[in-house]
């Protein structure tokens, strides 16, 4: 039922910028905290984001300066903008939503996306 999208990877030159897109769809009834990931290849996937319910945002050292995380709760969507993209930052990008289900829901779920690729070239 309910499904988490991502789109907005691609293909860009050092110095460019993208934009990701997270949407939650289905049933529910509020989402709590949401986080992006980045996994490049022959990697261990790491912490990209993090942005809770109240807005607090957190950002991996290396990213700190460049990339912002958002969230469009009318919409269920989390947003991550990279601004001066580097060949570093090559990987595949997973949006991890955490969620209430519904007003009487007393157990909250997680659920991650497929993923999206973003590759950054010299």
């Known amino acids: 039922q309910v499904q988490l999208v991502e789109s907005g990877g691609g293909l860009v030159q050092a110095g460019g910028s993208l934009r990701l897109s997270c949407a939650v769809s289905g049933g529910i009834y509020s989402i709590n905290s949401m986080a992006w990931y980045r996994q490049a290849a022959g990697k261990e996937r790491e912490l990209v984001a993090l942005?809770?319910?109240?807005?607090?945002?957190d950002y991996a050292d290396s990213v700190k300066d460049r990339f912002t995380v958002s969230r469009d709760n009318a919409k269920n969507t989390a947003y991550l903008q990279m601004n001066s993209l580097k060949p570093e930052d090559t990987a595949v990008y997973s949006c991890n939503a955490d969620f209430r289900p519904s007003l009487m829901s007393t157990n909250n779920r997680s659920l991650w996306g497929q993923g999206t690729q973003v590759t950054v070239s010299s």
């Open positions: 942005i809770s319910s109240d807005g607090r945002t």
